[in-house]
């Protein structure tokens, strides 16, 4: 499993990390679109409560994840991302795992500062016309301001100005401690430095992982 606040890496690292390892990763929020995509029965039910604007419930997305469990391609293993958020639902997952003879072996949190998450989130840009993004350290437009594709002027949306990064970083510490120190006290958490190359990262992380992976 792996931990990490916004702006860390973490998807990223998940899909490396899975590739290399030969096992899926699993997603709640792609199950969710998946479901909803195939219009299955559980598809209909996660609909409407997102079409609601409503948080799916924590029994529904163990279902899902039960379900997803089961497919062939699980039957060595799993790198879950972004699911469990708080420490009620970490303790159904473990419980999920345990009637199906398996458990975690290992979480990883991928910890760099407040500066760093700053500087990739706060500088996205967004095109009003056409909606491409640009960020202004990593991928910045030809001429600052203008869409390269349409050239639509680029604007800044609220979420991705520092302030409002500063609050999704500040509700993400303060809703993730708990589960850090869940997984701490069994024993399972490692933390990574992810401020480094991508390719630094996942070296770390199959440290992080070396030997348990193979071991559960």
């Known amino acids: 499993m792996l931990l990490g606040p916004p702006g860390a890496g973490k998807g990223t690292q998940a899909e490396l990390l899975a590739r290399r390892l030969a096992v899926p990763r699993i997603s709640t929020g792609d199950l969710f679109r998946e479901a909803i995509a195939n219009d299955t029965p559980l598809g209909r ?3 409407g409560y997102i079409n609601k604007g409503d948080l799916v419930p924590d029994a529904t997305t163990l279902e899902v994840l039960s379900e997803r ?3 062939t391609d699980a039957g060595h293993g799993a790198i879950f991302d972004g699911f469990p958020r708080t420490v009620p639902q970490a303790e159904a997952l473990d419980r999920l795992l345990a009637d199906r003879g398996a458990h975690l072996t290992r979480v990883v949190d991928l910890d760099v500062d407040e500066a760093e998450l700053l500087r990739r989130l ?3 840009w967004t095109c009003r016309n056409c909606g491409a993004t640009y960020h202004e350290l990593f991928a910045p437009p030809r ?3 203008v869409c390269d594709r ?3 002027e680029l604007y800044q949306r609220p979420d991705d100005r520092p302030e409002a990064v500063r609050v999704r970083l500040q509700v993400y510490r303060e809703r993730t401690a708990p589960l850090v120190d869940y997984y701490a006290r069994h024993g399972l958490l490692r933390a990574i430095d992810a401020a480094g190359s991508r390719e630094a990262v996942t070296e770390a992380l199959l440290r992080a992982v ?3 992976a193979q071991a559960g």
């Open 143 to 145: 001429v600052p301001g």
């Open 69 to 71: 469990l089961s497919q």
């Open 210 to 212: 070396d030997g348990v």
């Open 122 to 124: 706060a500088g996205r």
């Open 45 to 47: 039910e996660v609909a």
């Open 150 to 152: 349409c050239g639509g």
